[in-house]
Structure formats: structure tokens, C-alpha cells
């Protein structure tokens, strides 16, 4: 879902921007096109909040075309009408609450006669119905050829083929919108014994529904309690009778009643594809399906995976964001023409010491605060959006889960837990706050305490990989530290933390080459997300160390930490890294970057400060997010436990490599 998109008029509770305003929701699987048709039909504008009462979130954007003012609503993945998991309860919500005057249904055209079951669902639901059949590009490619205008004739709603990526279709998508009337659409029947059962309880309904009758005895007789709760507010006296018949109905049926239904649905979607679709005698194989395969086996996937790694993170953004681009930037830009400029327009035109302080000293918040923001994290950050937007828009991720779903498990993740994890790499804060997807409590405290613990974000890592390439070894007793400290703590947390790991399931969307206007997008939209985040942070950092300055706080504060630092094994002036570390990691990092300029750390030194520093308390910006996220007492609970095992850590760290001698 778009989590980094711009906000846009919308108020907050979701309502239309205009009184003419009519609501369009899209449906459908995860990884099936929805948010790039979200994109498309509204631009980079939108608003995304949690859905009342949820941590789901639902992201909502205004469009005008045909004629039309339209608002949005990008639902979460459902599989079923029937919902199971939080996210497909609140997409079932949006549909009987807001009552959306159109509602798409976008499925992936290469898993026709899976997803159909879902649209059969809809249409049985009296909902207003357009079908969008996507990723039709790949399904050709494939060799499968699908009769829109049969399809649309059988179900008796309109239907689209596209490939939103491509922005094939998005023209007929929009006329569709603007020009749907409601109509009478397909019937579907079953068994004679099961439309008896619908009919006998369809019939006691007499209250007003979003929902036809039809397809609420359905639900009723799944056991769905929430449409169980909504028909006994609306039966009134009715409700006993109508409860029994179903009690009485199910318990009848109680051993098939589920698979019968299911075989019925099948059989359905297969009548409706007669004709329909298409498959060639001998399929063809296409170079994504070749790269897709690789990816997912562990003989293949892992090689590629340390393949991604070395040339994107490692040589993308770290050598040349954090080595290239930081070294012109900071080194050139800023050092040796930006800042003495500045220095001397301010000299020159404020006469108090102190406020020259405040803004061009030491801790200045242009010559510190803005070179650390601009000069040394925002090329870093602006590479790894790149490279993640890339890996994103390619259909990788879904692999990459599959991938490490069998090891995840070990921790009491799933492979789902992979995304805030890659994305901990760009920013822990967003990550932290995408770890309310996974599906239950232990797995979003177990992926915080992971998140908070071992994965660097960016510009830390980029930092830190610049730091580290200077010094033979460091880089990999670096690496090294993380990786087992990380195994280490989720195999314990998996231990510790009572529950069960949950099933993993994710629909795969294509594997292709990254479309470049939707990499551009993307990597914008982030960048602009982040970079509006950090500058506020920074200078308001630079701030409070030029009043620890003034007041000796600061002074006091590091003297404070000098006993720590020596545990440890660094020099007293390491204190003020971690220092910096706590109003951002990547401020810490950067911290680093000028302890290592002035040569006040040796090799040993260096690589004991840099895992300690990557492990230490989570910044201030990701402690609010923890604390947000899974309440003060655990996120407390969870900062006390990440600096406990940093310092750990770097003493044993500190003593190894003094025994060793292995740097």
C-alpha cells in the first residue's frame, strides 16, 4: 500500500472533499495491481491513515475525470468475502459501511480461475461490480488468450482487460467508473439442497442491507459472527427464529458444508471460463517465470540474494551514495566552499558570539545540522530508495519472502515479515510502522525488537560501510556481529514469546524489468516523505547540542557516558556519536564519520563503535513509532533490552579482537 504517498485534502476522517463527490473501492488479492491502479487513477495525493479502530491502514486519494469527482479507496488484500485475517475485515467493512458507488475488482488475468471465486462473491453480493482483469501483458506472454467481452456478457457486469503498469487500460477504466449504472447482473445457482437452505433463511431477512439476502444466508450458514451480530441489530424479534434455522442448518451440515460450498464455486467459475479462456497445448515459458523459479529455490535464490546485496547495497549504496556522492557533497561541497562561505556571511552580519554559535558553530544547524542532513544521509537515503524502489516495481519481494519463510519461521516470523525488514534498511521508523501488517501480536513485537536491535537503516549503513571499507577485516567482523547477534535474539524471542507462528501465504505478481516512470515516482515520493522527516529532526538536534553546550549539559552528559565508553574499549570523545545517535541513528553514524576524519579512533576501535552504535538505542524518531505501535511499557521494555545488549555486545567485541588480534 502506498506508504509513502503525499497527503491530500482529504479530512481525516475519510469523507469526500466535495458534496458531489462519489466513491470508487478497489478489491482483490494482494499483489494483483491494486495500488498501481490506485497511483494511476489518482496521482502521488493521497491520504493514509488507519482504518477506526484497526492498525490496517487505508489509503484514500481524490480523482476527476469524465466529468467526475471521484474519491479513492485502496482496500486491503482480501481473498474472500468471508474475511479471516484483520486486513480483509476492514475491506469488508469499507464495502457495508461506506457503501462505495463503484467497487473494482481487480484480479490477476494469469489466476483467472482462482480469483474468479472472489468476483462470483461480489456479484452474488449485489455490489456494483466492475471487473478489472489485470496484468493481461503477462498473461499473453504466457500464451493464454481471455474473451473480455464473453466474460463481461456471462457475469453480466463490465469487464476490463489492462495492464496497469503499463497503463494499458486506464482510459477504459475511467469511462467505465464514470458511465456505470447499476443493472441487473448474472444470477448463479447451486445445488438444489443448498438454494433450499439459502431460500428458507433469505426469506425471514426483512431488514435493510448493503448486502443482497442472498449472499448473507451464505455467510450466516459460514458462521460469519459479524454478519451473524449485523442481522440480529436489524431483525429485532425475528433475530431468535432466524438464528435457530441457521443453528439448525448448519448443524446438518456440519461435516461438508464448507468444501461443498467451495466445490460449487469451482464448478461455477469453470462453466463461466468455458470459452472464455484459452490455454495453449504446450505453455510457454517466459524469461520472468525462468527468473521467478530461480529466485524462490534456495540453490538459486540465495546466490541471487547475495547478488542483490553485494551490487545494490553494497556497491550502489554504499560505495558510491556513501563513498562517491558523500565524499563531493560533504567532503567538497560543503567543506571546502559551502560552509566557509557561510561562516563568513554570518560572522559578518551577527555580532552576539552566541547565536553565531547557534548557527555556524560546532553543533551549528547549517554548518552540523544541515551538512549531516544534506551533505551526508540524503545521497545515501536517495540510493537506497532508488535501489528498493527498483527491487519493488520488479515483483522481487514476494520472492525474496517465499525465500526466507523457512528460516523466519525459526524466529516465530513469516516470510510476510520480510518487507519491514528490507524496508528497516531504508528507514527503521517506517519499518517499525509496517510491522502492523503481519498478522499477529507476537510477530509485530518480535519484528520491532528485530527492527529496533540489528538492521541499520540507510544512511546508518552507509556510513558505516564507508567507514568500515577503510579498514581491512572491520568491514566483515562488522557484518559478522550483526548476523549472529540477530540469529541469536530471534531464535531466543521465538523461544520466549508464547503463540504460534501463523500460516504464510502471497500471491505473486509478475517478474519483469522495473517500468523507469514508476521507479521515478516512487523514489520521489519517499525521498520527499523522508527528507520532510529528517531536516525538522536535525536542525532541532543541533539546537539541543548548542544548549547542552552553552549549559554544559552536554559536557556533563558525556562525562556521564566516559565510564561506559572506557568499558568498552573507546575514547571519551565516542560519547558524543552516541549522543548523536539517539536523535538519529544516521546523526550517530555521521558522528562517526568525523571521529574517523580527525584520526581519534584506530581500526579496533572503529568496528567495536560501529556495532555498538548500530545496536544501541533505537533513535528518538523510532522510539516514538515503537511506543506508538505496541504501547510504553513495551517499547520501554524493548529500548532497555537493545542497550543492554549493545554494550554487551561491544565489550565482549572489544575483548575478542584484543585477544585475537584479528584488526
Same mark, same amino acid.
Given at each position: 500500500?502506498?506508504?509513502?504517498?503525499?497527503?491530500?485534502?482529504?479530512?481525516?476522517?475519510?469523507?469526500?472533499?466535495?458534496?458531489?463527490?462519489?466513491?470508487?473501492?478497489?478489491?482483490?488479492?494482494?499483489?494483483?495491481?491494486?495500488?498501481?491502479?490506485?497511483?494511476?487513477?489518482?496521482?502521488?495525493?493521497?491520504?493514509?491513515?488507519?482504518?477506526?479502530?484497526?492498525?490496517?491502514?487505508?489509503?484514500?486519494?481524490?480523482?476527476?475525470?469524465?466529468?467526475?469527482?471521484?474519491?479513492?479507496?485502496?482496500?486491503?488484500?482480501?481473498?474472500?468475502?468471508?474475511?479471516?485475517?484483520?486486513?480483509?475485515?476492514?475491506?469488508?467493512?469499507?464495502?457495508?459501511?461506506?457503501?462505495?458507488?463503484?467497487?473494482?475488482?481487480?484480479?490477476?488475468?494469469?489466476?483467472?480461475?482462482?480469483?474468479?471465486?472472489?468476483?462470483?462473491?461480489?456479484?452474488?453480493?449485489?455490489?456494483?461490480?466492475?471487473?478489472?482483469?489485470?496484468?493481461?501483458?503477462?498473461?499473453?506472454?504466457?500464451?493464454?488468450?481471455?474473451?473480455?467481452?464473453?466474460?463481461?456478457?456471462?457475469?453480466?457486469?463490465?469487464?476490463?482487460?489492462?495492464?496497469?503498469?503499463?497503463?494499458?487500460?486506464?482510459?477504459?477504466?475511467?469511462?467505465?467508473?464514470?458511465?456505470?449504472?447499476?443493472?441487473?447482473?448474472?444470477?448463479?445457482?447451486?445445488?438444489?439442497?443448498?438454494?433450499?437452505?439459502?431460500?428458507?433463511?433469505?426469506?425471514?431477512?426483512?431488514?435493510?442491507?448493503?448486502?443482497?439476502?442472498?449472499?448473507?444466508?451464505?455467510?450466516?450458514?459460514?458462521?460469519?459472527?459479524?454478519?451473524?451480530?449485523?442481522?440480529?441489530?436489524?431483525?429485532?424479534?425475528?433475530?431468535?427464529?432466524?438464528?435457530?434455522?441457521?443453528?439448525?442448518?448448519?448443524?446438518?451440515?456440519?461435516?461438508?458444508?464448507?468444501?461443498?460450498?467451495?466445490?460449487?464455486?469451482?464448478?461455477?467459475?469453470?462453466?463461466?471460463?468455458?470459452?472464455?479462456?484459452?490455454?495453449?497445448?504446450?505453455?510457454?515459458?517466459?524469461?520472468?517465470?525462468?527468473?521467478?523459479?530461480?529466485?524462490?529455490?534456495?540453490?538459486?535464490?540465495?546466490?541471487?540474494?547475495?547478488?542483490?546485496?553485494?551490487?545494490?547495497?553494497?556497491?550502489?549504496?554504499?560505495?558510491?551514495?556513501?563513498?562517491?556522492?558523500?565524499?563531493?557533497?560533504?567532503?567538497?561541497?560543503?567543506?571546502?566552499?559551502?560552509?566557509?562561505?557561510?561562516?563568513?556571511?554570518?560572522?559578518?552580519?551577527?555580532?552576539?558570539?552566541?547565536?553565531?554559535?547557534?548557527?555556524?558553530?560546532?553543533?551549528?544547524?547549517?554548518?552540523?545540522?544541515?551538512?549531516?542532513?544534506?551533505?551526508?544521509?540524503?545521497?545515501?537515503?536517495?540510493?537506497?530508495?532508488?535501489?528498493?524502489?527498483?527491487?519493488?516495481?520488479?515483483?522481487?519481494?514476494?520472492?525474496?519472502?517465499?525465500?526466507?519463510?523457512?528460516?523466519?519461521?525459526?524466529?516465530?516470523?513469516?516470510?510476510?515479515?520480510?518487507?519491514?525488514?528490507?524496508?528497516?534498511?531504508?528507514?527503521? +521508523?517506517?519499518?517499525? /510502522?509496517?510491522?502492523?501488517?503481519? &498478522?499477529?501480536?507476537?510477530?509485530? #513485537?518480535? @519484528?520491532? $525488537? =528485530? %527492527?529496533?536491535?540489528?538492521?541499520?537503516?540507510?544512511?546508518?549503513?552507509?556510513?558505516?560501510?564507508?567507514?568500515?571499507?577503510?579498514?581491512?577485516?572491520?568491514?566483515?567482523?562488522?557484518?559478522?556481529?550483526?548476523?549472529?547477534?540477530?540469529?541469536?535474539?530471534?531464535?531466543?524471542?521465538?523461544?520466549?514469546?508464547?503463540?504460534?507462528?501463523?500460516?504464510?501465504?502471497?500471491?505473486?505478481?509478475?517478474?519483469?524489468?522495473?517500468?523507469?516512470?514508476?521507479?521515478?515516482?516512487? +523514489?520521489?515520493?519517499? /525521498?520527499?516523505?523522508?527528507?520532510? &522527516?529528517?531536516?525538522?529532526?536535525? #536542525?532541532? @538536534?543541533? $539546537? =539541543? %547540542?548548542?544548549?547542552?553546550?552553552?549549559?554544559?549539559?552536554?559536557?556533563?552528559?558525556?562525562?556521564?557516558?566516559?565510564?561506559?565508553?572506557?568499558?568498552?574499549?573507546?575514547?571519551?570523545?565516542?560519547?558524543?556519536?552516541?549522543?548523536?545517535?539517539?536523535?538519529?541513528?544516521?546523526?550517530?553514524?555521521?558522528?562517526?564519520?568525523?571521529?574517523?576524519?580527525?584520526?581519534?579512533?584506530?581500526?579496533?576501535?572503529?568496528?567495536?563503535?560501529?556495532?555498538?552504535?548500530?545496536?544501541?538505542?533505537?533513535?528518538?524518531?523510532?522510539?516514538?513509532?515503537?511506543?506508538?505501535?505496541?504501547?510504553?511499557?513495551? @517499547?520501554?521494555?524493548?529500548?532497555?533490552?537493545?542497550?543492554?545488549?549493545?554494550?554487551?555486545?561491544?565489550?565482549?567485541?572489544?575483548?575478542?579482537?584484543?585477544?585475537?588480534?584479528?584488526?
Amino acid at each position: 500500500m502506498g506508504l509513502f504517498e503525499r497527503k491530500c485534502s482529504l479530512p481525516a476522517d475519510g469523507t469526500p472533499a466535495g458534496a458531489g463527490t462519489r466513491k470508487v473501492a478497489l478489491v482483490g488479492n494482494p499483489n494483483v495491481g491494486k495500488s498501481v491502479l490506485f497511483n494511476a487513477l489518482t496521482g502521488a495525493y493521497v491520504a493514509v491513515s488507519n482504518y477506526p479502530g484497526t492498525s490496517v491502514e487505508v489509503s484514500r486519494g481524490s480523482a476527476a475525470f469524465e466529468g467526475g469527482s471521484w474519491e479513492i479507496i485502496d482496500t486491503p488484500g482480501m481473498y474472500s468475502i468471508l474475511p479471516i485475517t484483520e486486513e480483509e475485515r476492514v475491506a469488508r467493512e469499507i464495502l457495508l459501511t461506506e457503501r462505495p458507488d463503484v467497487v473494482l475488482h481487480v484480479l490477476d488475468a494469469r489466476n483467472l480461475e482462482r480469483m474468479l471465486v472472489m468476483t462470483l462473491q461480489l456479484v452474488e453480493a449485489g455490489l456494483p461490480v466492475i471487473l478489472v482483469v489485470n496484468i493481461m501483458d503477462e498473461a499473453e506472454r504466457m500464451g493464454l488468450e481471455i474473451d473480455i467481452p464473453l466474460l463481461a456478457e456471462k457475469l453480466g457486469i463490465p469487464v476490463i482487460g489492462a495492464a496497469t503498469a503499463k497503463k494499458r487500460g486506464l482510459p477504459e477504466i475511467r469511462k467505465a467508473i464514470a458511465s456505470y449504472e447499476a443493472a441487473r447482473h448474472a444470477s448463479f445457482g447451486y445445488s438444489r439442497r443448498l438454494e433450499g437452505d439459502i431460500a428458507e433463511i433469505a426469506g425471514q431477512l426483512s431488514g435493510e442491507y448493503t448486502l443482497a439476502k442472498k449472499s448473507l444466508a451464505l455467510l450466516l450458514l459460514q458462521r460469519d459472527e459479524e454478519i451473524a451480530a449485523l442481522v440480529a441489530g436489524k431483525e429485532g424479534e425475528r433475530a431468535s427464529s432466524i438464528a435457530e434455522k441457521v443453528r439448525e442448518k448448519t448443524f446438518e451440515r456440519r461435516e461438508s458444508f464448507h468444501l461443498d460450498l467451495s466445490l460449487e464455486r469451482k464448478g461455477i467459475v469453470k462453466g463461466l471460463l468455458a470459452g472464455v479462456l484459452r490455454t495453449p497445448e504446450k505453455r510457454r515459458v517466459t524469461a520472468g517465470e525462468r527468473l521467478s523459479s530461480w529466485a524462490v529455490h534456495p540453490l538459486t535464490g540465495v546466490p541471487l540474494l547475495l547478488a542483490v546485496l553485494y551490487y545494490g547495497l553494497y556497491q550502489f549504496v554504499g560505495v558510491f551514495g556513501a563513498g562517491t556522492l558523500v565524499d563531493f557533497l560533504e567532503g567538497t561541497l560543503f567543506e571546502e566552499y559551502f560552509n566557509p562561505w557561510i561562516i563568513g556571511v554570518v560572522n559578518g552580519i551577527v555580532p552576539w558570539e552566541i547565536i553565531r554559535e547557534l548557527i555556524v558553530g560546532e553543533y551549528g544547524v547549517i554548518t552540523l545540522g544541515l551538512r549531516y542532513a544534506v551533505g551526508i544521509i540524503l545521497p545515501i537515503v536517495a540510493t537506497f530508495f532508488l535501489f528498493f524502489s527498483m527491487l519493488e516495481d520488479s515483483g522481487y519481494f514476494p520472492r525474496l519472502a517465499l525465500l526466507v519463510d523457512r528460516i523466519f519461521k525459526k524466529f516465530g516470523l513469516t516470510g510476510r515479515a520480510v518487507i519491514p525488514m528490507v524496508l528497516g534498511f531504508g528507514c527503521d +521508523t517506517m519499518a517499525t /510502522m509496517v510491522t502492523r501488517t503481519l &498478522e499477529t501480536t507476537r510477530e509485530r #513485537i518480535i @519484528a520491532t $525488537v =528485530l %527492527l529496533a536491535l540489528a538492521i541499520p537503516c540507510s544512511a546508518q549503513l552507509g556510513v558505516i560501510m564507508a567507514l568500515l571499507s577503510k579498514a581491512p577485516g572491520a568491514l566483515l567482523v562488522w557484518s559478522a556481529c550483526l548476523l549472529l547477534i540477530f540469529l541469536v535474539v530471534g531464535l531466543l524471542s521465538a523461544k520466549v514469546m508464547p503463540g504460534e507462528t501463523p500460516m504464510f501465504y502471497m500471491e505473486l505478481p509478475p517478474m519483469r524489468l522495473p517500468q523507469l516512470s514508476n521507479v521515478i515516482t516512487k +523514489t520521489y515520493t519517499r /525521498m520527499q516523505w523522508y527528507f520532510m &522527516e529528517i531536516l525538522p529532526l536535525f #536542525i532541532l @538536534a543541533s $539546537v =539541543l %547540542l548548542w544548549l547542552g553546550k552553552i549549559t554544559n549539559f552536554f559536557d556533563k552528559l558525556v562525562n556521564w557516558m566516559e565510564p561506559v565508553m572506557a568499558f568498552i574499549g573507546l575514547p571519551r570523545d565516542a560519547a558524543v556519536a552516541f549522543i548523536f545517535g539517539f536523535f538519529r541513528r544516521d546523526y550517530g553514524a555521521a558522528g562517526l564519520y568525523d571521529l574517523q576524519a580527525k584520526g581519534l579512533m584506530d581500526p579496533r576501535q572503529l568496528v567495536v563503535a560501529a556495532v555498538t552504535l548500530t545496536l544501541f538505542v533505537p533513535c528518538v524518531a523510532q522510539f516514538l513509532m515503537m511506543k506508538k505501535e505496541r504501547g510504553i511499557k513495551t @517499547a520501554g521494555l524493548i529500548a532497555l533490552f537493545v542497550s543492554v545488549v549493545a554494550v554487551g555486545s561491544g565489550w565482549a567485541l572489544n575483548r575478542f579482537i584484543l585477544f585475537t588480534g584479528i584488526l
